[in-house]
């Protein structure tokens, strides 16, 4: 049904240049609501850049970039409260606990989740009191989770939301995630991860070099290389796109 929907994010041509480096080349791909999208790719292949221009951190040189049909460069406070944020430098303050982080986060919204119950379900209640500068990096990417959850988001760019989390952990982030698909926002999660691709992704978009190798569904990716599997399809993708 979500097929039908327009697209919560679209990046169409989109290219990003840092002096004489190229990051991003003509990179088109789209994220639909209720669906889960995992970016994949090598280190340095644009994942971040994407990311970061979605969000409106950055704007691109060229191309259209529309998040719930909005530029996100210079978008309005109505448009950002709309989008949900987890960068693998989360910039959380140090001083402060992820209780009272998240509860004043939680004011700043309209329609905000329970934190109590977003906390459980992260497992943050057990360190809940603990200043963040002494959390560790797993109890860290928990909480930066939660606060770019917690204002009920209706599309949300999540870089590597699993690095560093023990099984259990990563299972119950991988529940909410879905969760959260399943209530109707866009997930767009980066990751590393094959196995968290084919567990999460509704669609998968494989980048290199700057521009899309593939997009869709990890069934039609693997019967367009002609792999059993989306390692081996990730590699023979990217294998033929790096030389």
Not at 1 to 9: G, K
Not at 13 to 26: M, Y
Not at 172 to 192: F, K, N
Not at 215 to 225: K, M, N, W, Y
Request: contains cysteine; hydrophobic residues 40%.
């Amino acid at each position: 049904m979500s097929a039908t929907r327009p697209p919560a994010l679209e990046l169409t041509d989109v290219t990003r240049r840092f002096g004489d480096v190229e990051a991003l080349r003509g990179l088109t791909m789209t994220a639909r609501p209720a669906q889960v999208t995992c970016i994949l790719g090598p280190n340095g292949a644009g994942k971040t850049t994407a990311v970061e221009i979605a969000v409106g951190l950055q704007r691109s040189d060229s191309g259209t970039v529309r998040v719930l049909g909005t530029s996100p460069w210079g978008a309005s406070a109505a448009h950002r409260a709309r989008v949900g944020v987890m960068l693998q430098d989360g910039g959380l303050p140090q001083a402060v606990t992820p209780r009272m982080l998240l509860e004043h986060l939680s004011r700043l919204w309209a329609d905000p989740a329970d934190v109590r119950e977003l906390g459980r379900r992260l497992g943050v209640h057990a360190f809940d009191s603990t200043p963040v500068r002494r959390l560790s990096g797993g109890q860290r990417q928990r909480v930066a989770l939660a606060a770019a959850l917690v204002g009920r988001p209706l599309v949300a760019f999540l870089d590597e939301p699993t690095a560093g989390l023990d099984p259990h952990a990563r299972r119950e982030v991988h529940q909410l995630i879905a969760q959260e698909a399943g209530g109707g926002a866009a997930m767009v999660v980066t990751t590393h991860s094959f196995d968290e691709a084919e567990r999460l992704a509704d669609e998968v978009v494989v980048i290199v070099g700057g521009r899309v190798a593939a997009q869709g569904t990890v069934d039609a990716i693997c019967t367009r290389t002609g792999c059993g599997g989306l390692e081996d399809a990730y590699f023979t993708l990217t294998d033929g796109a790096l030389a």
